[in-house]
């Protein structure tokens, strides 16, 4: 009896003891599963930001021109200004932020490099967090695309919901509801994107919508009737 009691309890152990050829595969399986959200957060940001940008500043351009004047052919061609100007603009200052945002990440590899040369870690760690810090490096020119695309995906809302429709307080409900409901749409894509609260998302991107149509709209009306 008392020779059987070391067995049973070595062959215990042996079953409780973790496996690690077993344990390694398994969680970084599980971290394969697992998408990380904040991976999209460049490109994700620069064409959620550019559709807003678009959409709220091309309708708060055309419904600012709208209310003191009733011509269709001043609030088109103003809210076609508005797009290419926007549009330009926000390819320009994506490009430059994203491309500084480069050269420091780059910088700071050099000096890790220059580090790692003096022995602070092994070859074969230092060429696979290269890799990794590489692959996940900024793209200027993605994100200046993005953000030039969606610009102008946004500005093409008010800009067709006013081209068809030549009575002026319709052209104005026209726009008023397309922004809302491009608004709320924009709002609700980021959400789900991104794992955010979708209705929060949306209320907040449709109210800031809306105060700058009307802010916009108030203040052109008050100059234009005063001065013009």
Same mark, same amino acid.
Not at 98 to 117: C, F, G, H, N, P
Not at 134 to 142: R, W
Not at 168 to 180: E, F, M, P, S
């Given at each position: 009896?008392?020779?059987?009691?070391?067995?049973?309890?070595?062959?215990?152990?042996?079953?409780?003891?973790?496996?690690?050829?077993?344990?390694?595969?398994?969680?970084?399986?599980?971290?394969?599963?697992?998408?990380?959200?904040?991976?999209?957060?460049?490109?994700?940001?620069?064409?959620?930001?550019?559709?807003?940008?678009?959409?709220?500043?091309?309708?708060?351009?055309?419904?600012?021109?709208?209310?003191?004047?009733?011509?269709?052919?001043?609030? =088109?061609?103003?809210?076609?200004?508005?797009?290419?100007?926007?549009?330009?603009?926000?390819?320009?200052?994506?490009?430059?932020?994203?491309?500084?945002?480069?050269?420091?990440?780059?910088?700071?590899?050099?000096?890790?490099?220059?580090?790692? &040369?003096?022995?602070?870690?092994?070859?074969?760690?230092?060429?696979?967090?290269?890799?990794?810090?590489?692959?996940?490096?900024?793209?200027?020119?993605?994100?200046?695309?993005?953000?030039?695309?969606?610009?102008?995906?946004?500005?093409?809302?008010?800009?067709?919901?006013?081209?068809?429709?030549?009575?002026?307080?319709?052209?104005?409900?026209?726009?008023?509801?397309?922004? &809302? =409901?491009?608004?709320?749409?924009?709002?609700?894509?980021?959400?789900?994107?991104?794992?955010?609260?979708?209705?929060?998302?949306?209320?907040?991107?449709?109210?800031?919508?809306?105060?700058?149509?009307?802010?916009?709209?108030?203040?052109?009306?008050?100059?234009?009737?005063?001065?013009?």
């Amino acid at each position: 009896m008392a020779s059987n009691h070391p067995s049973s309890s070595l062959s215990d152990i042996k079953l409780t003891l973790p496996n690690p050829r077993n344990t390694v595969p398994t969680l970084e399986l599980e971290g394969q599963k697992e998408f990380d959200y904040s991976k999209r957060s460049q490109w994700l940001r620069a064409a959620v930001l550019g559709a807003n940008d678009g959409l709220v500043s091309t309708a708060s351009l055309m419904m600012g021109v709208g209310a003191v004047k009733q011509d269709i052919k001043a609030m =088109i061609l103003t809210g076609f200004a508005g797009l290419v100007a926007g549009a330009c603009s926000m390819a320009i200052g994506e490009f430059v932020s994203v491309y500084s945002q480069l050269d420091i990440e780059l910088a700071q590899m050099k000096r890790d490099k220059e580090r790692a &040369t003096n022995g602070q870690m092994d070859k074969d760690g230092e060429e696979n967090g290269d890799n990794g810090k590489e692959n996940g490096l900024p793209n200027p020119l993605q994100a200046a695309s993005a953000s030039a695309l969606s610009f102008s995906v946004g500005a093409m809302v008010p800009l067709l919901a006013a081209s068809f429709i030549r009575s002026y307080r319709a052209r104005l409900g026209a726009v008023i509801a397309a922004v &809302t =409901i491009a608004l709320v749409a924009f709002g609700w894509i980021g959400a789900v994107l991104g794992k955010a609260p979708v209705v929060r998302s949306s209320l907040r991107v449709l109210i800031g919508g809306w105060l700058a149509m009307a802010i916009t709209y108030g203040l052109t009306k008050l100059i234009g009737v005063n001065a013009l």
